[in-house]
């Protein structure tokens, strides 16, 4: 390990040169790298977490630049997966640690493999379908995870520790989505996400180095714009169906699903099975009907007022529409049912 690079952190008596090797030693997953996951990747990264796994399973556009700091225009330009963009800027920013970037839509069928292993989850995703997807896993594997939310100037977090904390089912029994603004209605600054990932990633220092003492315990909220800020104690729910009767139902096998995306015009269209998609192939095909772009990760396909991005595993971003029939009548007439 380079004293110097951590030297300022190590100075810092909670942490210390022991704790920088702690540190060192010390694994995390991301899931989702938009605003908060690139920050959170960022700081955690910059203080030598020794091992980043991210997972994410879009691209990058030109309107992410406002608040996702690791990306820049080049890899909008290049349509990029988040996850393999992060890879390289965080790889740059810190060689001495491993870096994994994966591209997938996390679901009840893959979360296991993919976070299981890690010493904690970081939320930084934009729905409760699967925030309720990580705090199922995180209960059954015993895994701490960190909630964390952003809209307009708007934030709130949550640490889970299973056996110790109330964990998200307790705290919303059922998903408030439907109920509050999004980022779709309302939009979201910079300074807010900023805020989130700040106190996220530094519960999740203490869990590494478990400090477990050292955590607020509580479900932290704010509003940047109105200086409102809350702090409140959850409650565990005795009769909780997660952490409490162990019912996992948002774990099993995975099914065919349409998700229309925070902000983005756009749905996604999730096929049962892994379709192993050939892009060079699907790319002769889709030529003589509109415009092409591919690159090693995925294709995209303008058709009229619609952008079709296409991975290979043949899970689609269809944008142009809120509409999810829209969307799979879109993904079943260019490419296949």
């Known amino acids: 390990m380079s004293q110097e690079k951590y030297s300022r952190q190590a100075l810092f008596q909670p942490i210390g040169p022991q704790g920088q090797e702690k540190l060192l030693h010390s694994s995390v997953a991301i899931v989702g790298c938009g605003a908060l996951g690139t920050a959170q990747a960022n700081a955690l990264v910059r203080a030598g977490v020794g091992t ?30 988040k996850a393999v963009a992060a890879e390289r800027k965080l790889r740059a920013i810190n060689s001495g640690i491993k870096v994994e970037g994966i591209v997938a839509d996390v679901d009840g069928h893959n979360i296991e493999s993919l976070v299981e292993g890690f010493g904690l989850v970081l939320d930084g995703t934009d729905n409760f379908t699967t925030r309720y997807l990580i705090n199922d896993v995180s209960i059954k594997l015993g895994t701490p995870w960190i909630y964390g939310a952003v809209v307009a100037s708007y934030a709130a977090t949550m640490t889970v520790i299973p056996g110790r904390t109330p964990c998200l089912a307790c705290v919303f029994p059922s998903s408030p989505e439907g109920v509050h603004d999004t980022c779709d209605t309302v939009g979201v600054i910079g300074p807010a996400v900023a805020w989130a990932a700040a106190i996220q990633t530094t519960e999740a220092l203490k869990i590494l180095l478990g400090q477990f003492d050292q955590l607020h315990n509580s479900l932290v909220a704010c509003d940047l714009w109105t200086n409102h800020f809350q702090q409140v104690k959850p409650k565990a729910n005795p009769d909780c169906r997660v952490c409490k009767a162990r019912e996992f139902v948002h774990l099993g096998a995975r099914t065919s699903a349409t998700t229309t995306l925070c902000g983005r015009d756009a749905v996604q269209i999730s096929p049962a099975e892994s379709r192993n998609l050939n892009l060079q192939s699907l790319r002769t095909r889709l030529e003589p009907l509109g415009e092409v772009r591919s690159n090693d990760y995925l294709l995209r396909f303008h058709v009229g007022e619609y952008d079709l991005t296409v991975f290979p595993d043949g899970r689609a971003i269809i944008k142009g529409t809120h509409d999810p029939a829209i969307a799979r009548t879109l993904y079943a007439k260019y490419i296949g049912s």
């Open 52 to 81: 980043i796994r991210i997972i994410d399973r879009d691209y990058v556009e030109e309107s992410n630049l406002q608040r996702q700091l690791l990306f820049d225009e080049s890899d909008a330009a290049q349509s990029l997966p």
